[in-house]
């Protein structure tokens, strides 16, 4: 498709999704429909509930949502050209197929423990699941872009309606017992609510307001950050966030400026965090509390139990369930051991540096592939879904990437096909190929 002299994304659908008696030639099903099918399944897909286990159905629904959308999986995996699938599969090979076995090596995990161990990495499949998904109920790119829009502003609306209306009774100070209402001695009472469409939210905002200035929204965003410091008080993930939010800003840019400002930034911003972080040491620990204990505990018994072993480093231990016959806990005879503490290095403790390095280039990838699919389409959420993985790697050194990969999975299955539904014209009968992808000079495929 050539408009105005350049070439634009061009996405064409699968054989096995073009009726030859009947031409598509819009959304399959109606309006109303389509968004609440996308306002329903969304959640699902982000990992909305993955680790609620309060909340009973949505939590099981969410455990079990990798294997409901299999089909579509297997679908999009086998017929749909999609960018970037082959090294996806590769890595799912590692994380599946060898990694189980190593636990059984090095842990002792037996056969069905060992395969229970991967049910966190299933959601990265949700890259397939809903590429697929997306292709069926094919939604206008407005509507997908709405759809994200409402469930961001919902988040923090939904965060401060329970902020306000739950009784302190709610509130646990055991993980065991609830993850979503906590009440801790070092940050008091919070409310730690699923974040991936709050901070997309954030993002949008931004990158709108540096295309069309607005006042109200940068007032969304300061509204927003007040809420995540006074109710959230995630402190590295609103950091992580305030950092994107800025790149987003200097990025946006003049040239010039971008220059001026960016120079400024990297001459004082890390003097100040330096200055503030050695001015009161002390102040700064007492601050973390108990998670900086747990995690420095963590950091010596997993680095202890690597030792000196060189396929250890390379290739990982595993992981054990705390519902298998041997925990982790058993192992080092200490409770207080989380690889979901240890950012990079729990990567490397449970799949090895060969793992983490998949992974690294798995989230990197994915963000030049945004990156590609975002040129020639000036839109701030389609920006946005970049910045979130930007987001994922600012916060990578602290949360560990394998605990919520099916973020990674539904930000590409979003920027991909918003790409594909930016250039699409409705009146025009989709071709019967295969997906492909092309860019003005490039490629988006692997």
């Not at 680790?51 to 079990?64: A, C, I, Q, V």
Request: hydrophobic share 50%.
């Amino acid at each position: 498709m050539r408009i105005a002299g350049k070439r634009r994304a061009v996405v064409t659908l699968p054989r096995a999704f073009v009726q030859e008696s009947a031409p598509r030639t819009g959304e399959r099903l109606s309006g109303a429909m389509t968004t609440a099918l996308l306002l329903a399944c969304l959640p699902l897909f982000a990992q909305t509930f993955y680790y609620l286990h309060e909340l009973t159905l949505p939590y099981l629904l969410s455990k079990g949502w990798p294997i409901l959308t299999l089909p579509a999986t297997l679908y999009a995996a086998i017929w749909l050209h999609l960018p970037a699938k082959r090294y996806y599969l590769i890595y799912l090979a590692y994380a599946l197929g060898l990694t189980p076995f190593v636990s059984i090596l090095q842990l002792g995990n037996g056969l069905i423990d060992a395969l229970i161990t991967t049910v966190k990495i299933w959601p990265l499949t949700y890259y397939f699941g809903l590429s697929a998904a997306l292709y069926w109920l094919s939604p206008t790119f407005a509507r997908t872009r709405a759809a994200l829009v409402t469930l961001g502003a919902g988040t923090f609306i939904l965060m401060l309606a329970l902020w306000l209306l739950m009784p302190t009774s709610s509130y646990v100070n055991n993980p065991e017992l609830g993850k979503l209402f906590m009440i801790e001695e070092e940050r008091g009472y919070r409310i730690y609510m699923p974040m991936f469409f709050g901070a997309l939210f954030l993002f949008y905002l931004t990158r709108s307001f540096m295309q069309r200035p607005d006042l109200l929204k940068p007032l969304a965003v300061l509204i927003g950050f007040v809420l995540l410091l006074t109710i959230y008080k995630q402190r590295a993930a609103i950091a992580a966030m305030f950092i994107v939010c800025g790149y987003g800003v200097l990025v946006s840019m003049a040239p010039r400026l971008r220059l001026l400002v960016g120079g400024i930034a990297v001459a004082t911003v890390p003097v100040a965090v330096a200055y503030f972080m050695l001015r009161d040491v002390e102040g700064l620990a007492d601050s973390l509390g108990g998670s900086l204990t747990v995690r420095q505990t963590s950091f010596a018994l997993g680095s202890a139990f690597l030792g000196e072993d060189p396929w250890r480093w390379l290739f990982g231990v595993g992981a054990t369930t705390r519902f298998g016959s041997i925990t982790l806990a058993d192992i080092f005879q200490n409770s207080n051991f989380y690889v979901a503490d240890l950012g990079w290095f729990g990567v490397v403790f449970e799949y090895g540096i060969v793992g983490a390095a998949l992974l690294a280039g798995l989230y990197v990838l994915s963000f030049f592939v945004l990156l590609r699919a975002t040129r020639g389409i000036d839109d701030p959420m389609m920006l946005a879904l970049s910045d979130y993985i930007l987001y994922m790697l600012v916060t990578s050194p602290v949360y560990s990437l394998v605990f919520t990969p099916g973020e990674l999975g539904v930000v590409l299955a979003l920027g991909v096909y918003m790409n594909r539904a930016h250039g699409r014209v409705v009146s025009t009968p989709a071709p019967p190929h295969r997906i492909s992808f092309s860019t003005h000079r490039h490629r988006l495929r692997t």
